[in-house]
């Protein structure tokens, strides 16, 4: 069985700090790696995708992933009260389904 | 900005009763998607299809479940004998291609009673 590992949380940070937030997968052919964004109630939208080792920046986010590592993260800067929410770690198994973590939950104190 | 839409966003049904849920994914996406997410648990992938067929399934996608794709823009998720714990919000998704980023619908929450 074929796992995406997340800290469920709460993760507290202060506004304006930046939110780290990790995940580690088993499957080492994974290609492609996505983080979504889900509130409470509603669907999970996209936020950032990654597919090479490195570092992959798009305004006040970025992802980071290590293959060898088996490891993907997500850095938000600044981090606002409205970034408060639970991010999913998605990763590409096999041809096209993908795994979902559990979430982690993000709670940004103003 | 294209979005998935997803219809009803809520759907009551008694145990044992067929139900269909709607999609119109994103028109120039290619691969389409459920998923399912129960109440406080992650989201499971269910089917893939493309080309006018499914292209993976995992396992809780049994017997009772079928997709369809019925004309050029619908996509349908059928539940031919609902269970209990069939109740969950179900989440259709689409992207261009095989392993590009996927963009879901708002979902329709099915509760089964």
């Known amino acids: 069985q074929k796992e995406v590992e997340q800290n469920s949380g709460p993760l507290s940070v202060p506004e304006g700090a930046i939110a780290s937030l990790n995940c580690t997968y088993s499957?080492?052919?994974?290609?492609?790696f996505f983080w979504y964004r889900q509130y409470s109630g509603k669907s999970p939208e996209l936020i950032m995708f990654i597919y090479s080792n490195g570092d992959k920046e798009d305004g006040r986010f970025t992802a980071q992933l290590n293959k060898a590592s088996q490891y993907v993260s997500l850095l938000i800067r600044d981090s606002q009260p409205s970034d408060s929410a639970t991010y999913l770690c998605?990763?590409?198994?096999?041809?096209?389904?993908?795994?979902f973590g559990t979430g982690t939950k993000l709670q940004v104190i103003p | 900005e294209p979005e998935v839409t997803q219809t009803p966003s809520h759907q009551v049904t008694q145990m044992g009763q067929e139900v269909i849920l709607r999609c119109v994914p994103i028109s120039n996406h290619l691969y389409f998607y459920w998923y399912r997410q129960i109440l406080g648990q992650k989201v499971e992938f269910l089917v893939s299809?493309?080309?006018?067929?499914?292209?993976?399934k995992s396992e809780i996608f049994d017997d009772q479940f079928s997709v369809e794709r019925p004309d050029g823009s619908n996509f349908t998720l059928k539940i031919r004998s609902t269970k209990l714990e069939d109740s969950a919000m179900y989440f259709c998704a689409s992207n261009q291609g095989v392993g590009a980023e996927a963009f879901f619908g708002q979902g329709t929450r099915l509760t089964v009673v």
């Open positions: 499957d080492r052919g994974s290609q492609s």
């Open positions: 998605a990763v590409n198994e096999g041809y096209q389904k993908v795994t």
């Open positions: 299809f493309y080309n006018n067929e499914i292209s993976e």
